[in-house]
């Protein structure tokens, strides 16, 4: 099983009054009082583009993601979305949203995450909110959802029990290594977002038994085999990514001779693990 690096996590328990920003300890609301109005940060949408990812540099892994930087004009505009979203305040939830979701289909997108994030009666909206975030690849976006999560301490490190587009055993720190993003994943290890290293095939506990007659099991434990595998997991959470590598192909190899029927993507997240 790889090695798992331990990382300082900033994240700590939340409550209303408190923003967790994932690179610096809690920001309560004494610090705001020292933080410039946003009236005084210039126009709201020249400050949220300028947290965009270009489009041309998505795809290069971690070199090509620029570094996560935190004014305190950012951090003001966190409170100030913040607010919008308690309030219900659809228009300027939506308008925030879109300012950061460097997108053609930004329009559709900004409607459902505003329905979603607005809809505050339990974890649930917020959390597939996180998901569809982590699925856009914008790290940003990602940091500003997270911001809700106060009133529901730990949920975000949760799947979406039930949707028509997650499987409830996903959680953020799995997608975001699923879609191999280094800056999601950097963002979620920083605050305490872990995931669990599956069972063998050939382990012969009684969760285990369960699993090997459950089709969701199965899938559940080749999902988890994809996160780990990835390179933004590898790392970023590994303290040896060469080592971590060598051992999840020796497991992969274990659970490919048990499992035949998921043996090609088995073989295909093996590969990818040193091509």
Request: net charge negative; charged share 25%; glycine share 4%.
């Amino acid at each position: 099983m790889p090695e798992v690096a331990q990382f300082e996590s900033s994240q700590q328990l939340l409550n209303p009054n408190e923003i967790v920003i994932s690179t610096q300890q809690p920001i309560t609301q004494n610090t705001f009082a020292s933080v410039i109005p946003r009236q005084q940060c210039g126009p709201i949408k020249r400050i949220l583009q300028k947290l965009r990812l270009p489009s041309e540099i998505k795809e290069e892994g971690g070199e090509g993601i620029p570094k996560w930087f935190l004014g305190r004009d950012i951090i003001a505009l966190m409170r100030e979305f913040r607010e919008h979203v308690i309030s219900k305040n659809l228009p300027e939830v939506k308008d925030f949203i879109k300012n950061l979701i460097d997108e053609e289909d930004s329009e559709l997108n900004a409607e459902y995450l505003c329905e979603l994030v607005c809809n505050r009666a339990t974890s649930e909206p917020s959390k597939e909110a996180l998901l569809t975030s982590i699925l856009i690849g914008s790290r940003p976006l990602v940091e500003f959802i997270l911001q809700l999560f106060a009133e529901f301490p730990g949920e975000e490190r949760n799947g979406v029990a039930k949707s028509d587009a997650f499987a409830p055993y996903i959680t953020p720190l799995m997608l975001a290594c699923i879609c191999d993003n280094y800056a999601v994943v950097e963002c979620l290890l920083l605050r305490g977002h872990k995931i669990d290293l599956p069972h063998r095939t050939d382990c012969l506990c009684s969760s285990c038994g369960k699993i090997a007659h459950s089709f969701s099991g199965r899938h559940q434990r080749l999902d988890t085999y994809r996160s780990l595998s990835s390179e933004a997991y590898l790392w970023l959470a590994t303290r040896d990514p060469l080592l971590s590598a060598i051992n999840l192909a020796e497991d992969l190899m274990v659970c490919q001779s048990y499992d035949t029927e998921h043996a090609v993507s088995l073989n295909r997240e093996m590969s990818s693990l040193f091509f």
